[in-house]
């Protein structure tokens, strides 16, 4: 361990690094206190940081085999694309995500901090409330959209025990009312696990990752006996070629794949925190991400392609897909299944990061359980049932506006840790008013500038169907394709202009 030594002219260091280059708060120096910090957001100390590569590895094992995971590449296979060009779209996005995944990550096991906290840095101590809600409102859309998967799957499988007189229900809103009380007992049971805490979530993360990736298998050798085997799943032709029309498409499918984890790339020292080591979280998440997308992708290109094959359609939802099971032991399997897999990336994913978000803006007043609570909610007044509506708005409209936005505070993060601040935070500094990330009233009004600018450019032009008709700028139109890049980029450099303003100060303020 080294660590500065205090001059009769100078306090006694408040934080300490470890040989391996960890940090943390300095034996004996008090632990942050006031408004602005909690058990939740306070730094973990070193003892605590034992996650290890396997870890990291099964954590995005769990988090990839999911429903939402599988409709990405069946949905490109619904939009025109063969199986090679959705899993080439898959695999190269998750490969670019990897990149912010791993530059945000590093603060995770360095100083033990969450998300909300490490946007404080450049943000400022009150500013960071804005990323920190941005992302949380994308956690409820999600939660919103996995826990209406899950009320499809009990929708089909109580269709089943029941009969026509579940599954033909007067409708209500456009759906069987059935439909409705299936999306309401599903969002229940999330709650339910909610108020058990964190051990049950670990618990049933243990053991629900293989049991998808074996149902997953399961329907694939299901559709390719009915197909006939795997050649029809293979030979199913793209309907646009490698021409012009396909890299019309392949841009705007591309970042709204990378924007399916943007959620994470930023809140993935969430995780990370907890890491063992630098090399941990970094071997970890590049064995487990891209790896695991385009295994589970290419499972789902070929089950959707069979369904092409054997349906004369791409059946894109895999809960419409097992529903055609012709015995009931396989149909309640799949749809268990299916059940299964939402149940853990939502719970993992789209609850725990957005507590710490909501919890973020009131330490004193706002728990874990209470921030949870409010994203289920959220996640139900953002009518998810519009979002998942079809495949062109789900991967067009929702991944690409949340690409869009969320790159653009990924390029404001990754420019202050690493080009401004090279990796050195004041954890004190972090959770006191006054300090060096105090800026204006707690507020860095450069960040904002740059989220601001960024995100206009972004998805100003973007298509915003089927919530709502036209584009908001048009003139913008063009550059909504590449959303997530020029949310990025853009941020990151009008960022770092504007702080170059503030004149000489030390390198780690």
């Given at each position: 361990?080294?660590?500065?030594?205090?001059?009769?002219?100078?306090?006694?260091?408040?934080?300490?690094?470890?040989?391996?280059?960890?940090?943390?708060?300095?034996?004996?120096?008090?632990?942050?206190?006031?408004?602005?910090?909690?058990?939740?957001?306070?730094?973990?100390?070193?003892?605590?940081?034992?996650?290890?590569?396997?870890?990291?590895?099964?954590?995005?094992?769990?988090?990839?085999?999911n429903t939402a995971s599988w409709t990405l590449a069946s949905?490109?296979?619904?939009?025109?694309?063969?199986?090679?060009?959705?899993?080439?779209?898959?695999?190269?996005?998750?490969?670019?995500?990897?990149?912010?995944?791993?530059?945000?990550?590093?603060?995770?096991?360095?100083?033990?901090?969450?998300?909300?906290?490490?946007?404080?840095?450049?943000?400022?101590?009150?500013?960071?409330?804005?990323?920190?809600?941005?992302?949380?409102?994308?956690?409820?859309?999600?939660?919103?959209?996995?826990?209406?998967?899950?009320?499809?799957?009990?929708?089909?499988?109580?269709?089943?025990?029941?009969g026509d007189s579940w599954a033909d229900a007067s409708k209500?809103?456009?759906?069987?009312?059935?439909?409705?009380?299936?999306?309401?007992?599903?969002?229940?049971?999330?709650?339910?696990?909610?108020?058990?805490?964190?051990?049950?979530?670990?618990?049933?993360?243990?053991?629900?990752?293989?049991?998808?990736?074996?149902?997953?298998?399961?329907?694939?050798?299901?559709?390719?006996?009915?197909?006939?085997?795997?050649?029809?799943?293979?030979?199913?032709?793209?309907?646009?070629?490698?021409?012009?029309?396909?890299?019309?498409?392949?841009?705007?499918?591309?970042?709204?794949?990378?924007?399916f984890w943007s959620t994470l790339s930023l809140n993935i020292?969430?995780?990370?925190?907890?890491?063992?080591?630098?090399?941990?979280?970094?071997?970890?998440?590049?064995?487990?991400?891209?790896?695991?997308?385009?295994?589970?992708?290419?499972?789902?290109?070929?089950?959707?392609?069979?369904?092409?094959?054997?349906?004369?359609?791409?059946?894109?939802?895999?809960?419409?897909?097992?529903?055609?099971?012709?015995?009931?032991?396989?149909?309640?399997?799949?749809?268990?299944?299916?059940?299964?897999?939402?149940?853990?990336?939502?719970?993992?994913?789209?609850?725990?990061?957005?507590?710490?978000?909501?919890?973020?803006?009131?330490?004193?007043?706002?728990?874990?359980?209470?921030?949870?609570?409010?994203?289920?909610?959220?996640?139900?007044?953002?009518?998810?049932?519009?979002?998942?509506?079809?495949?062109?708005?789900?991967?067009?409209?929702?991944?690409?506006?949340?690409?869009?936005?969320?790159?653009?505070?990924?390029?404001?993060?990754?420019?202050?840790?690493?080009?401004?601040?090279?990796?050195?935070?004041?954890?004190?500094?972090?959770?006191?008013?006054?300090?060096?990330?105090?800026?204006?009233?707690?507020?860095?009004?450069?960040?904002?500038?740059?989220?601001?600018?960024?995100?206009?450019?972004?998805?100003?032009?973007?298509?915003?169907?089927?919530?709502?008709?036209?584009?908001?700028?048009?003139?913008?139109?063009?550059?909504?394709?590449?959303?997530?890049?020029?949310?990025?980029?853009?941020?990151?450099?009008?960022?770092?202009?504007?702080?170059?303003?503030?004149?000489?100060?030390?390198?780690?303020?």
């Open positions: 361990m080294t660590e500065t030594v205090p001059t009769a002219d100078s306090p006694p260091p408040t934080q300490v690094t470890l040989s391996d280059g960890r940090v943390e708060i300095a034996p004996g120096a008090p632990q942050p206190t006031g408004p602005y910090a909690n058990e939740d957001l306070l730094p973990v100390p070193v003892e605590k940081r034992t996650w290890t590569t396997y870890n990291f590895s099964a954590l995005w094992v769990g988090m990839a085999h949905g490109l296979i619904a939009v025109g694309m063969d199986w090679k060009q959705a899993v080439l779209t898959i695999a190269l996005a998750n490969v670019i995500v990897l990149v912010p995944m791993l530059l945000t990550g590093h603060a995770g096991p360095k100083y033990g901090i969450p998300f909300p906290v490490f946007a404080r840095a450049s943000f400022g101590i009150r500013g960071a409330n804005l990323p920190a809600v941005v992302r949380a409102l994308v956690a409820c859309g999600w939660f919103g959209i996995q826990t209406w998967i899950g009320g499809e799957a009990i929708y089909y499988l109580a269709g089943k025990l029941f209500v809103g456009g759906y069987a009312w059935t439909l409705w009380l299936s999306f309401a007992i599903f969002w229940a049971l999330q709650v339910a696990i909610i108020y058990r805490g964190m051990e049950t979530i670990r618990r049933f993360e243990n053991w629900a990752a293989p049991f998808v990736l074996v149902g997953a298998g399961a329907l694939l050798w299901w559709m390719s006996s009915k197909a006939g085997g795997f050649g029809p799943l293979l030979d199913q032709p793209s309907k646009l070629g490698w021409g012009p029309e396909f890299w019309k498409l392949f841009a705007p499918a591309l970042m709204g794949m990378i924007g020292p969430d995780f990370t925190r907890y890491g063992k080591s630098q090399k941990a979280q970094t071997w970890g998440q590049a064995l487990g991400l891209p790896t695991t997308m385009t295994l589970f992708a290419f499972l789902s290109v070929m089950v959707t392609s069979g369904s092409q094959a054997v349906y004369g359609e791409a059946i894109w939802d895999p809960v419409q897909l097992a529903a055609k099971v012709d015995n009931v032991f396989g149909i309640i399997f799949a749809l268990v299944t299916v059940l299964v897999a939402t149940l853990s990336v939502n719970v993992a994913a789209n609850l725990v990061s957005p507590a710490f978000d909501f919890s973020n803006i009131a330490p004193r007043k706002i728990t874990f359980r209470t921030g949870a609570l409010v994203t289920c909610v959220l996640g139900v007044l953002i009518f998810p049932w519009k979002l998942y509506s079809d495949p062109e708005g789900y991967i067009f409209t929702w991944l690409g506006l949340v690409g869009g936005l969320l790159g653009t505070v990924a390029g404001i993060l990754i420019a202050d840790y690493w080009i401004l601040r090279r990796t050195s935070l004041d954890l004190a500094d972090l959770y006191r008013a006054g300090g060096r990330y105090w800026y204006t009233n707690g507020w860095n009004w450069r960040a904002v500038v740059a989220f601001v600018t960024g995100g206009v450019l972004a998805i100003g032009g973007a298509t915003f169907k089927p919530l709502i008709d036209g584009r908001p700028i048009p003139a913008l139109a063009d550059l909504a394709d590449y959303g997530w890049a020029v949310g990025l980029g853009t941020s990151m450099v009008l960022y770092l202009v504007l702080m170059a303003t503030r004149g000489r100060e030390p390198a780690n303020v």
